[in-house]
């Protein structure tokens, strides 16, 4: 077995390694560990991605002594190396665009806190992605859970404990779902293996057993992860979770949490259960429908928003909401053009998020629509970023947005029963997209006379840094989007 | 000074473009009262708010809300009713409890009896199972644990500071100091919970229990130490130091111990712990150290639990 082989499982256990030996440490030095243990989980997901495109072929990994169906296995194809590689690096960039403002509303002592709850964050994020057992999945979805309220409350005020008390609540409601589902599915099947669950599964499916309980096994996954990744009618944690806690966690939140559930939900849907399972059992038609309810009222809640926080937070309702409509679709294609979003939505979500903690900065720290007027010409970087990101969300040509977009229509085009609700409700969405991005865009570009001081580049090297790599990063999957496609299609057909 | 002598007109000019000194008796001005709040006022708006509160949240007074909340009761109950009939329904078609022929019968179950005392080392098969077959998860489900920790430790860590000067209030201020019953039956059984709970882990691999279960009990018998002779006593062998070395210690030796075990056996290499012979005490391989640092972790995260959660500190 060659080197590389071990990245995955290294990775993991050097994050959470990292995480505790951070509990020791001063903030400044499990900063400093941190960076070092993203940078090197980057370094390794990359080789994982480099050789699985080389190879051309997925391997599994035996945790220990005993393979598979016997003990716990990892699993690493080009979608999984891929998406590893970009949680990382969505991670780091989050991290330290975030940095100064984390600095300045944490208490010092207990800054060491959020690096573990950082480290932990991505060893279950890896773990979700690398695993090939389900129950594996499981415990890394709780530590991810923990983290994430972590991550919520670091910087207390009302409004985050509050906002973490109420994402506990759904979230745990969801990973109780999940649990269930689980247990459903090994009873079943007497397997937690994916592989195992779902060749056992093949043959009772065919055989016509356990068909009510498979329907209510599948509504229970699948509720659970949309809850826990605020699907439209489970959205309501959301906007304060995203709102008000620390702008990296928010980032971080919004661009990694939630498609870590989504990407085991994709591992669910073609690994565990079936494609053609899922799509006879017609959950998908549901999925489609809330969807398709969440693109819209997402939006136009945050239309009706006043603080731009919320604002963006309330578009992540929207953009989740294309993710499902693109599994409700049930093709192969919608399922790429879905994949696709995940990675434009994160990094422009992240993107959207930083930089509107700089324009904030620049307006006495207001989050409110009035005082922000301006505050693009104030903060440079932070407009300039925020712009981009507006136009990636609306779906310009250039960037990320527009080649999700026109995947979801190329898509719902060849679906013949969904092609004429997909496409008024990508419409209808993309009009409100551009109501309320393009509002705040010329908001900020509105001269006003004040006299705040500008901020300058200078003090502010590690945030313009950031925020430039996002920048990039969005335009590169914007126009390198042939190359990245095919990828997915060939990461979605290791699956299988 | 010599402001006598100038005229009304100038003095106004020289106060009004700010010459003048306030209060150097020049000017007739009066110095500002010191803002005194108006306690009255104070208790008038707060009467207010609270009147208004009831008004609007008062089902007696808002319709609209005594119809929200009946409705999001009565849901409430449907929702369950709902989730429970669906779930009694997917049950009723699973197969039955204990039959031979279920699914989970399968060679995988069959392989961790008849093969675990060979592949493993330990009798007890329940450790051998969670430790080896499927170490990944335990290690998970520990940094579970570990995290949860931080995070009460997010919520309630208060600074040294507040801890010392708050210490009297915080410790014992409901309860009754030095408890003579409570700390004779502290006396004689703290010893024997610790010994036990040392014996649990010990033989983790040969008997039931284990390292979650031992740390477990050793967590209460430092909580029932802790609750006798108070948090002064305590700290003298467990402060906030030891509790961190020793959490850390555990958790980093854990992680390299299974690290080790991981990588030495998806590569085919050579184990080189010896797995002994099975049911003595020093065998099971990497069972008996592991169990060790797990239940260590278990007690320190049970006890910082207990220590967070009562005044926010150590």
């Known amino acids: 077995m060659d080197l590389i082989c071990n990245f995955p499982c290294i990775s993991i256990v050097m994050c959470i390694l990292g995480g505790i030996v951070s509990s020791a440490l001063k903030g400044r030095a499990a900063k400093y560990l941190n960076a070092v243990i993203l940078l090197a989980a980057t370094i390794m997901s990359a080789s994982v991605f480099g050789y699985t495109i ?443 | 000074m010599n402001t006598e002598k100038r005229s009304v007109r100038e003095r106004f000019r020289d106060w009004f473009y700010g010459d003048t000194q306030a209060f150097d008796e020049a000017m007739p001005m009066r110095r500002q009262k010191e803002h005194r709040p108006d306690l009255e006022a104070q208790k008038e708006y707060e009467r207010e708010r609270a009147r208004m509160r009831e008004h609007v949240f008062n089902v007696e007074h808002n319709r609209e809300m005594w119809l929200f909340r009946k409705c999001f009761e009565i849901m409430g109950i449907v929702l369950c009713v709902l989730m429970v009939c669906v779930l009694l329904i997917a049950v009723s078609y699973l197969p039955p409890t204990g039959h031979a022929d279920n699914p989970a019968n399968n060679e995988v179950s069959q392989l961790y009896v008849e093969h675990g005392i060979a592949d493993t080392g330990a009798v007890n098969s329940v450790t051998g199972m969670i430790l080896s077959y499927r170490a990944f998860d335990t290690f998970g489900e520990t940094n579970v644990l570990f995290i949860a920790g931080c995070c009460v430790m997010i919520l309630l860590l208060l600074d040294h500071g507040i801890l010392k000067s708050s210490a009297m209030a915080n410790d014992r201020f409901y309860e009754p100091k030095n408890d003579v019953i409570l700390q004779q039956v502290a006396r004689i059984l703290v010893p024997i919970v610790f010994i036990f709970s040392i014996y649990v882990m010990l033989n983790g691999h040969l008997s039931p229990g284990g390292g979650f279960s031992g740390g477990a009990m050793m967590g209460a018998g430092m909580i029932l130490y802790t609750c006798a002779f108070g948090f002064d006593k305590t700290r003298k062998f467990f402060g906030e130091r030891v509790y961190t070395a020793v959490k850390v210690t555990a958790l980093v030796l854990y992680g390299v111990m299974i690290t080790y075990y991981y990588i030495m056996g998806a590569n085919g290499l050579e184990n080189h712990i010896p797995l002994g012979t099975p049911g003595a005490i020093l065998s099971a391989g990497l069972i008996l150290p592991i169990n060790l640092v797990v239940g260590l972790q278990v007690a320190c995260t049970m006890y910082a639990f207990y220590a967070l959660f009562r005044r926010g500190g150590f």
Not at chain 1, 78 to 90: D, K, P, S, T
Not at chain 1, 336 to 344: N, T, Y
């Open chain 1, 54 to 496: 080389m190879t051309g072929e997925s391997f599994t990994y035996v945790m220990g002594r005993f393979p598979a169906p016997w003990g716990n296995e990892l699993r690493a194809g080009v979608l999984e190396g891929g998406m590893a590689l970009f949680f990382c690096v969505i991670m780091t960039l989050s991290l330290f665009g975030g940095q100064e403002k984390l600095h300045t509303e944490i208490e010092p002592q207990k800054l060491n806190l959020y690096y573990i709850l950082c480290d932990l964050l991505l060893s279950s994020l890896l773990s979700l992605v690398y695993t090939n057992d389900l129950f594996t999945a499981y415990v890394f979805v709780e530590i991810n859970t923990i983290s994430a309220c972590g991550l919520i409350m670091i910087s207390q005020t009302g409004r985050t404990i509050e906002a973490a008390t109420r994402y506990m609540i759904m979230s745990l409601l969801g990973s109780g779902m999940l649990l269930l589902g689980i247990c459903m599915l090994y009873d079943m099947t007497g397997h937690l293996l994916m592989e195992n669950i779902h060749q056992t599964l093949r043959a009772s499916v065919t055989a016509g057993k356990f068909h009510v309980p498979l329907m209510i096994t599948i509504g229970m996954l699948c509720v659970g992860i949309a809850i826990k990744s605020a699907l439209f009618p489970f959205h309501t944690w959301l906007p304060d979770a995203y709102g008000y806690s620390t702008v990296s966690s928010a980032a971080i939140l919004s661009s990694l949490v939630s498609k870590g559930y989504i990407f085991l939900l994709i591992k669910l849907i073609y690994r565990v259960i079936g494609f053609d399972v899922i799509y006879a059992s017609r959950v998908t038609d549901i999925l489609f429908v809330f969807g398709v309810a969440g693109m819209i009222i997402g939006s136009l809640s945050a239309i009706k928003e006043n603080d731009i926080f919320r604002m963006i937070a309330f578009s992540s309702v929207a953009q989740i909401g294309y993710i499902y409509m693109g599994f409700g679709l049930g093709t192969q294609a919608a399922m790429v053009a879905s994949v696709f979003h995940i990675l434009s939505h994160a990094v422009t979500k992240a993107l959207l998020f930083l930089s509107a903690a700089g324009l904030a900065d620049a307006s006495d720290g207001s989050r409110r629509f009035l005082d922000l007027t301006g505050s693009g010409y104030r903060n440079r970087i932070a407009g300039i970023a925020f712009a981009a990101g507006a136009l990636s969300m609306v779906g310009i040509p250039l960037f990320s947005g527009f080649i999700s977009k026109l995947l979801f229509a190329e898509a719902s085009v060849r679906n013949s029963g969904k092609m004429l609700p997909a496409m008024i409700a990508l419409a209808i969405s993309t009009i409100l997209n551009a109501i309320y991005f393009m509002k705040t865009v010329i908001r900020i570009y509105t001269p006003v006379k004040t006299d705040q001081g500008t901020i300058l580049l200078k003090k502010h090297k590690l945030f313009a840094a950031s925020m430039a790599c996002f920048i990039a990063l969005n335009i590169f999957l914007g126009l390198c989007s042939d190359w990245i496609v095919d990828l997915i299609e060939t990461g979605l057909e290791m699956f299988v």
